[in-house]
């Protein structure tokens, strides 16, 4: 049976009829206003244009994301690499470049003599310096700069225009700092600062003009003035062009003169500062103040004394010593011929330095004083002891004789002394041993206790503790020339510390040439006391002054020239043979005279040698002795020591056989 559904069945689409075909010729009938006007008759409808097909813009859209991310990944790697990986290595090149760090140069400290007189100061000075980087071709516009600025420079800074050139130009051509010159005066960095702003005003209304100067400045420094010239150089010393001492004093306390230097960072572009970058400063410490025991006005008279003795003898060099016997302080030490420390390029490289300490020489009659010393103590003879001394005494290999010629002497050995004889003094210190080893081992004894053969205890640069062999190395002459003063070799300073030894009741004081410095604080400090060592004893050292009182006193001594009016006077002459040190044989002589007053109350030892006299007299008595009496009479006025008024021992020194 079949089921009827409920559902309509679909209907389905019954074609209608189809419309008959236009006729050929027919007008289209319009439908108004707007319809689309009918084909023109007869015409054929043009060919329809297929419309432009596109690609895709996906690929190149991927590509070009592609590489904007390859971009902004090297990017981003670059920025890890500057910020995280190489931060510390940029940073510090940045600063590099960016800040500069100058030395804040120190105040040297001045030095005075023992009443406060300024002898070497410091006054303010720059360090011409420069920015090399600055002169580039890239920077000035020119190839040239270095060789324009070094033109300007080199007549102003007295210096060779090819030597700035190669600052200016250095082979480090990242360098940002080069000094040009140190220690100019204000008016040498005056006459660059109105040279550059010359320059820089010019090249503001003239575009050919270009500013060499730009990349020149100056650090502040100072330089090193000596008030008096030649006065004590010798003792000063000189400051180099590094602001280090160069000798003397300057050299010796350059630490404590020179202080510590401070620094300055800051930042800079083109060559100035920036005021808003901050900057970091250590500021320096200045050095500290020297104080000598040397006075100046007696330091004066003694090498004015020196200078013209040593002009007028036509002598190679003269030194003169003043020293206080109970201190051991130096009051003067004078050379001749000297240098002037404000102007080293016209001083004498020999002269440039400490004489009266750094020669050795053989002292000759001077050094009988120790030798009359050993006999005295040894008690081996008194003043009044009898010695004949015969015109010739033949001992080892020599035949000895006196300075003149002369018949046969009766002499104490007072009159030994007085009348510097040679003979005597050979004959007096062969009785310090049984034997002549013996004796020479005693005398040597006493040459080292005098500080013969060591330094003084100065510790000066360039000082020599001169030459004295131990006894048994000694020649066969040697035994019988050194008790004589010849065959070893001295300084000046050693020879008027063993007078100063004498005066002090036999008790030898180190000299000493520094009282005390001064701190920036103003603090004095003392300098250490210098060490005493007993020589002989208070009763030989007396009776030496009295004996040598009669080198000057006595019509037969050697000093007469040496005598001061008012004043008991002690001193003794030498005339030695002088080792010549370019050939090292004898050729002319050493003169010098020794002594101190007042001879019963001593104060100050003056010591004066001259070398190689060439014109008049060379005996020591003759030159030297003039020298000793004007530099003591002038220190004697100086200090305001009066005579004792005591009457002298008058010593004989002769005797009737």
Known sequence: MTEVSDREPPRRRVPGPAKPPRPRGAVRRQAGPGARPGRRPGGARPPVTPPLRLGSPRPRLRLVSLALTLVLLAFVVRLLQVQAVDASAYTARAEQNRYVVHTLAAERGEITDRNGVALAVSEDAYDITADPTMFSAKQLKIGDGPEQAAALLAPILRQDQAALVKKLRPENRN??????AARQTPQVWQQIKDLKTALAKKAETDRTTVNVLSGVFADPSSQRVYPNGELAAGILGWVNADGQGGGGIEQKLNKQLAGKDGKVRYAQAGGREVPTAGSTETPAVPGADVELTIDRDIQWAAQNAISEQVKQSKADRGYVIVQDTRTGQILAMA????????????????????????DAYEPGSTAKVMSMAAVLEKNV???LTHVVVPNRLHRGDRLFQDDIDHATWYLTLNGVLAKSSNIGTILATGE???TQPEANKVLYSYLRKFGIGGYTGLGFPGETPGILAPPQKWSTSQQYTIPFGQGFSINAMQAASVYSTIANGGVRVEPTLVRGTKGADGRFTPAPKPKQTRVVSAKTAKTLAQMLESVVDDEQGTGVKARI???????????????????????GYTSSFAGFAPADNPRITVYCAIQNATSGSY???????????????????TLQIPPTGAKAANLPVEYKP
Not at 175 to 180: D, E, I, K, N
Not at 335 to 358: E, H, R, T, V, Y
Not at 573 to 585: I, M
Not at 624 to 634: H, N, R, S
């Open 175 to 180: 360098s940002r700092y080069t000094r040009l």
């Open 619 to 637: 005996f020591g008595g003759q030159i030297c002795g003039p020298i000793y009496k004007q530099v003591m009479e002038f220190a004697l006025k």
């Open 565 to 587: 009016p008012g004043y008991r006077v002690a001193g003794k002459t030498g005339t030695a043979n002088r080792v010549d040190p370019a050939t090292g044989r004898y050729r």
């Open 381 to 383: 003879a008194t003043p």
């Open 335 to 358: 050379n001749s011929p000297g240098f002037d420390p404000n102007d080293l390029a016209k001083a004498d490289g020999d002269a440039m330095g400490n004489a009266a300490l750094q």
């Open 432 to 434: 310090l041993g049984k």
